[in-house]
């Protein structure tokens, strides 16, 4: 079984829609991050949790918002999705330097 | 504002082939510097990390390079493989906590 899970691994939705992405981790570390990947572009931070009680925005936090439920879970949801948040988002986990990444969650906004 | 390039944005090679990839930064005042392979529908997997005070690491055929003073850091793979293609993302850390900046990656494909 993934270290780093997201559920779902493929969404589509419509405009104005909220939606909800998931990441659990069973590596048992504290910090935890939301990405967003964009054809041609590297990585963008939306979020980090360094525990439960302190979350904070990333790069581009804009039209998203995070829940970090317990140490292991850590979900991003759009509250209204519009289309140019199509792209596919990575949840991370770290401990010391490394990060640990999911599997990703490709969405489509239509 | 940190900015990450990666050159060349794709490359093709006949499998044995030594290669380079290149990665560039705007400000060298970073934590670390990291390289990482994307397969597709496996997410990330770090492959070297290179501490500020260090100029290179080492991982079997790989080999990563860190010049601070020139914002470059190099990326050699020995001997590809077609397992080697992927894509390979650079990715500096900048600020603390863990705040990774990424570059948009080199995709590489090895053939036989």
């Known amino acids: 079984d993934a270290d780093v899970t997201q559920t779902p691994r493929n969404r589509i939705t419509k405009t104005g829609k909220r939606i909800m992405l998931e990441c659990s981790q069973t590596?048992?570390?504290?910090?935890m991050y939301w990405y967003r990947q964009d054809p041609g572009l590297g990585l963008r931070l939306i979020y980090y949790s360094f525990d439960v009680k302190d979350i904070n925005k990333g790069e581009i936090s804009d039209g998203y918002s995070v829940s970090r439920q317990a140490q292991a879970k850590f979900s991003l949801s759009l509250e209204s999705a519009i289309p140019n948040q199509t792209a596919l988002y990575f949840c991370?986990?770290?401990?010391?330097?490394?990060?640990?990444f999911g599997a990703g969650t490709r969405l489509s906004v239509l | 504002k940190q900015e990450v390039t990666q050159i060349p944005a794709a490359l093709s090679v006949p499998e044995g082939e030594n290669l380079v990839l290149n990665c560039s930064f705007t400000?060298?005042?970073?934590?670390?510097l990291q390289w990482f392979r994307q397969d597709p529908g496996k997410g990330l997997t770090s492959l070297l990390l290179?501490?500020?005070?260090?100029r290179e690491q080492t991982s079997g055929r790989l080999n990563a390079s860190l010049d601070k003073s020139s914002g470059r850091s190099t990326l050699y793979i020995a001997a590809s493989q077609p397992g080697d293609s992927a894509t390979y993302l650079c990715?500096?850390?900048?600020?603390?906590?863990?705040?990774?900046?990424f570059g948009a990656g080199t995709r590489l494909a090895v053939h036989p």
């Open positions: 290179i501490q500020s005070s260090q």
């Open positions: 990715a500096v850390e900048a600020g603390g906590y863990n705040k990774l900046i």
């Open positions: 991370a986990t770290s401990f010391g330097d490394i990060q640990y």
């Open positions: 400000d060298s005042a970073i934590y670390n």
């Open positions: 590596k048992g570390h504290d910090r």
